[in-house]
């Protein structure tokens, strides 16, 4: 049984993520959704709200699990049987930290194998900070995220008006 987690911050989740998510159901017997309960990154959501948007957004999946996490991530592998990790890869960019945290994470426990995923290139540009950007002008995020998260972020911002555009 191949349990794999796909570890981030997701606030909000984007369809760079999901795409990521069902991609790795295609190569996991079993993926965990770790989101990551980290209070020094002052996320806009909170780690709740983060875990019910992925939820709503991935109830066609089935093998899925969405959990909060916060401290090691090699712990929450450990505590929840999986062996390996996934996550996505950008750009170059991403590449020097991903690496150094994979390495880190194979230092800390040798026993959790990083894979990494090459983004869709369709979505290589799109991150949950320009999704909050965009809509903190008011922008139209939908090309960005799913409805459901789309309507939660203008609620956040109070932009009620936006929230209900497409009612
Ligand atoms: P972090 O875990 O660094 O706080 P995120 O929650 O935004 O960042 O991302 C979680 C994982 O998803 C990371 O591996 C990140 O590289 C990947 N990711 C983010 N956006 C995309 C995207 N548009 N396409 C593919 N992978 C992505």
Do not use: W
């Not at 990551?36 to 709503?56: C, G, Q, T, Y």
């Not at 401290?71 to 020097?96: C, P, S």
């Not at 990083?114 to 965009?134: C, D, G, P």
């Amino acid at each position: 049984m191949k349990r794999v987690i796909y570890p981030g911050s997701f606030d909000p989740v984007t369809f760079g993520h999901l795409d990521i998510i069902e991609r790795s159901l295609n190569i996991a017997d079993e993926l965990i959704v770790g989101v990551l309960n980290n209070s020094a990154k002052h996320p806009l959501f909170s780690v709740d709200e983060r875990v019910a948007m992925i939820e709503e957004a991935t109830r066609q999946f089935s093998h899925i699990k969405v959990e909060a996490f916060d401290g090691l991530l090699v712990d929450f592998a450990v505590k929840t049987g999986a062996n390996a990790v996934v996550r996505g890869l950008r750009a170059i960019t991403d590449f020097e930290y991903e690496l150094q945290m994979s390495q880190t994470n194979a230092v800390l426990n040798p026993n959790i194998e990083t894979v990494f995923l090459t983004s869709k290139l369709q979505y290589a540009y799109l991150s949950s900070s320009i999704v909050k950007e965009v809509a903190l002008v008011k922008g139209d995020i939908s090309k960005f995220v799913p409805e459901n998260v789309r309507k939660r972020v203008f609620e956040k911002f109070n932009l009620k008006e936006r929230a209900d555009e497409q009612d």
